[in-house]
T-cell receptor, first 114, second 114 residues
């Protein structure tokens, strides 16, 4: 079975451009998370989707960031008018519903804003 | 106070040493607890869940003290392959019973030397 798939694996974009990052979770996983990790830093929570519930957007750093999850499966994280400080690895994870379930991560998208 | 705090490290130990990682969390309503491992430039992967009674998996022992809001990980007889960043992870406790957001500590880097 496939794991969590993220695309692209690497993205270089010019400052001011919009980017879309895609996450394909493990089939059947109702929970989906987005994090970002800057070089040498910890994981910063961005947004969490759980089934049909309203997403927890408390970690989105600004209104330039948005995410959606269509049909309870694939998710897209969009960053508008990218800035250099947006450069990081964006990690997606998915899990079954429940407090004790394991979250599986994709390999991430490395975003570089030049 | 940060939601999840870990020893800042880094830890450098010789092969065969015993090493302990400590973690504290601020939300007393947190529901579940984990240790993840992240190798350099890779995604995090689950090392073990942490149960109230404490649990052991081979050379790894995890402990949880809910009263003190403290989690620990002990690695005995450390191997070169244990070199990685160890992430303390706490789940849930946000408003809404079905919010199982994962919150990560910044991680502690372990290097095991020959």
């Amino acid at each position: 079975g496939a794991g969590v798939s993220q695309s692209p694996s690497n993205k270089v974009t010019e400052k001011g451009k919009d980017v879309e990052l895609r996450c394909d979770p493990i089939s059947g996983h109702t929970a989906l998370y987005w994090y970002r990790q800057s070089l040498g830093q910890g994981l910063e929570f961005l947004i969490y989707f759980q089934g049909n519930s309203a997403p927890d957007k408390s970690g989105l750093p600004s209104d330039r960031f948005s995410a959606e999850r269509t049909g309870g499966s694939v998710s897209t994280l969009t960053i508008q008018r990218t800035q250099q400080e947006d450069s990081a690895v964006y990690l997606c994870a998915s899990s079954l519903q429940g407090a004790r379930t394991e979250a599986f991560f994709g390999q991430g998208t490395r975003l570089t804003v030049v | 106070r940060k939601e999840v705090e870990q020893d800042p490290g880094p830890f450098n130990v010789p092969e065969g040493a015993t090493v302990a990682f400590n973690c504290t969390y601020s939300n007393s309503a947190s529901q579940s607890f984990f240790w993840y491992r992240q190798d350099c430039r890779k995604e995090p992967k689950l090392l073990m869940s942490v149960y109230s009674s404490g649990n052991e998996d081979g050379r790894f022992t995890a402990q949880l003290n809910r009263a003190s809001q403290y989690i620990s990980l002990l690695i005995r007889d450390s191997k070169l392959s244990d070199s990685a960043t160890y992430l303390c992870v706490v789940r849930g406790g946000q408003s809404g019973g079905s919010n199982y957001k994962l919150t990560f500590g910044k991680g502690t880097l372990l290097t095991v030397n020959p």
